[in-house]
């Protein structure tokens, strides 16, 4: 089975934009599923996983790689994948590793250069935390990316989740991720009626219907299947106690912010000419990512 269309046997089939049960379909799990319910998840995931798994995108290796070994290339992607589709940071992910393959190319490498590769993806700080972060295990590990949690948060632009993320895709070691994906999945098949769902109960939930002993295929393998039912039509976070609404982009800061980056990459110059550009360089130069020099404004 290869087509989009053969994959709603999970779900049933799509009816007006929205994907209705089949009878082979397992009926629907309780919050506090038995073992036999929470069995009958692991292996609706793994079933979806074993047949229609993303398992061709550039940052998931084989699991005969050594630990640690890809863990550059794990941060790069984690990085990158903050609040951002998948399909638009792929072209960007193998860009940025052409131009910096290893974590000490990159920590040797001038922010200009960083912005330049990074500019167009968004949310640039992204970039100047990453090449921070690359300085710091250079400087502090030897280059070796750390795999303890404490360690990895102490790193620039890591935070909770992409420590864990980190432990789990480049180590394979246990840990309990969070995302956007992973409760869709969750909520749609334990709290269908649920609002305000608090992120420690589904990890309350996890330990009970997790899969033991494969960490980073099953993280992989819920990831996905929460990615699936969003194209199903299937869409709950908004009943999530952590969910935001991301504010609109167009005519926003964060767009003009993205378009000095690319005006001062390709070598022109910027001139303020209203309140709202002075306001997006004002936070710019504070992130560290532009300067004034000689009266004009440059990339760090």
């Known amino acids: 089975m290869s087509s989009n269309a053969t994959a709603y046997a999970f779900l049933g089939s799509r009816r007006r934009g929205k994907a209705s049960r089949s009878r082979s379909a397992p009926s629907r799990l309780r919050e506090d599923p038995s073992n036999a319910q929470a069995a009958a998840f692991r292996k609706l995931i793994w079933d979806y996983w074993k047949g229609f798994g993303r398992h061709d995108l550039p940052w998931r290796f084989k699991r005969s790689l050594p630990a640690g070994r890809q863990a550059y290339k794990l941060l790069v992607s984690e ?109 749609h098949h334990f709290y269908q009626d649920g609002t305000l769902v608090e992120d420690r109960a589904l990890i309350t939930l996890l330990s009970k219907v997790g899969r033991k002993g494969e960490p980073r295929e099953w993280c992989w393998a819920l990831m996905d299947y929460g ?24 005519g926003s800061v964060r767009q003009l912010r993205g378009v000095i980056i690319r005006t001062l990459s390709s070598g022109k110059m910027i001139e303020i000419r209203s309140k709202s550009l002075g306001e997006a360089l004002a936070g710019l130069t504070r992130d560290g990512l532009v300067v004034k020099r000689e009266g004009e404004w440059q990339l760090a």
């Open 79 to 187: 990085v990158m994948l903050q609040q951002t589709q998948v399909e638009r940071v792929i072209p960007y992910y193998r860009a940025f590793l052409q131009k910096f393959p290893t974590v000490r190319a990159l920590s040797i490498a001038p922010l200009v250069e960083v912005l330049k590769i990074w500019s167009g993806l968004g949310y640039n700080r992204r970039a100047k935390c990453l090449r921070d972060a690359a300085i710091d295990v250079v400087d502090k590990y030897d280059g070796k990316i750390p795999s303890g949690y404490s360690e990895l948060r102490e790193l620039p632009g890591v935070g909770d989740y992409t420590a864990r993320a980190v432990r789990v895709f480049a180590f394979n070691e246990s840990d309990v991720l969070i995302e956007t994906n992973i409760r869709t999945a969750l909520i």
């Open 227 to 250: 990615a699936h039912l969003k194209t199903s039509g299937i869409r709950n976070n908004h009943r999530s106690a952590h969910y935001t609404k991301q504010s609109k982009f167009e």
